[in-house]
């Protein structure tokens, strides 16, 4: 006579939880990366904390640079600084904007004001 074999419950429950939670986990983090290689979601809270927290604006500013290299954030960079009256810094973020793009207008324009 054939046996029969029984399925452990605890078991298989166990990896159903582990594989849903896995799954969640997964997502959550596929999420947080693309968040984190558009630019556009640093400029905007950069936009909103100027006021507030320039050098924090400063540094999302620098990160959004960072992913997509455009000058105009590195404009938008030494403006902040310029408001809270780190000069030198301006200059440097001005300079290494105008050394990726000298014809950009923006640029010439930012270093001239």
């Not at 046996?3 to 166990?14: F, I, M, T």
Request: aromatic share 4%.
């Amino acid at each position: 006579m054939a046996r029969r074999r029984r399925l452990n419950k605890n078991l298989v429950a166990g990896l159903t939880i582990t594989g849903i939670i896995l799954s969640v986990v997964i997502v959550a983090v596929a999420t947080l990366q693309a968040t984190k290689r558009d630019p556009a979601v640093f400029v905007r809270e950069a936009r909103q904390i100027e006021d507030r927290d320039p050098d924090e604006a400063i540094r999302l500013y620098l990160n959004a640079y960072d992913i997509n290299k455009e000058v105009k954030y590195l404009v938008q960079a030494a403006r902040c600084a310029y408001e809270i009256g780190e000069i030198g810094e301006t200059l440097n973020l001005l300079g290494r904007a105008n050394a990726e793009c000298p014809d950009d207008p923006d640029v010439l324009n930012a270093m001239l004001e």
